[in-house]
């Protein structure tokens, strides 16, 4: 069943001489549940386009269906609320809040959003992310690989209909690289989570279940 379509998305910066066509006409799908690598070099338009897929930023022109739902027809503040509840962050740098423990970061999306936390559900998290005997520590209590989880964690809390990953390993040594990778296909297997994930590392993508190689704003393999 198809979660997310793409449809001819085009992101320019500047104008004149300065123009810069960071996407150029992409168009594609992803049926729920699947496990989706976008690689490319640096400047390729993979993080633009994850950015304009979970509602970040705006097209120049073009559309993103999620759950049939053309996003960019919502106004900012409706786009904002849509995100929160839909759309599943997981940064290379974290973006923990420093003030909050483990067991607040995760579940601040849910109190963002005035919603009850489900403490069996939060619990369940914690134990396969491994994380639950440092439910009350702050972030800079916690290792790199133990921040990462815990930004898993809130991808993860409130169901989301897709999880954008963006260079999740990149800030990681090699051992939690491989750890961090492991729960992503985990979520996707066990909770048939959609999960999107931007990554410059061909052995990381060849995780997924299939790969789109993007090149000056273009899609030019999908496999």
Do not use: W
Request: aromatic letters at 6%; proline letters at 3%.
């Amino acid at each position: 069943m198809e979660i997310l379509r793409v449809e001819n998305l085009n992101k320019v910066y500047g104008k004149g001489t300065t123009e810069v066509k960071a996407l150029d006409n992409v168009s594609f799908k992803v049926d729920k549940g699947e496990f989706v690598a976008i690689v490319g070099a640096s400047g390729s338009g993979k993080s633009t386009l994850l950015h304009l897929i979970g509602g970040v930023d705006r097209p120049t022109s073009g559309k993103v269906f999620i759950n049939g739902k053309d996003i960019y027809q919502y106004n900012d503040d409706e786009l904002a609320i849509f995100r929160r509840r839909e759309i599943g962050l997981i940064y290379q740098f974290y973006n923990l809040i420093p003030i909050l423990n483990v067991e607040e970061n995760i579940t601040l999306p849910l109190k963002l959003d005035c919603r009850e936390v489900d403490e069996q559900k939060l619990n369940e998290l914690l134990k396969i992310l491994g994380i639950e005997n440092r439910r009350m520590h702050l972030p800079n209590e916690l290792s790199g690989g133990q921040q990462q989880r815990t930004s898993i964690g809130r991808a993860l809390i409130t169901n989301p209909a897709i999880v954008l990953a963006d260079e999740p390993t990149g800030n990681l040594d090699s051992k939690s690289s491989d750890e961090i990778v492991e729960l992503l296909k985990k979520s996707n297997k066990e909770y048939n989570q959609t999960i999107i994930m931007i990554t410059h590392n061909m052995e990381i993508a060849k995780c997924a279940d299939r790969i789109l190689r993007i090149e000056d704003g273009k899609i030019c393999e999908d496999y």
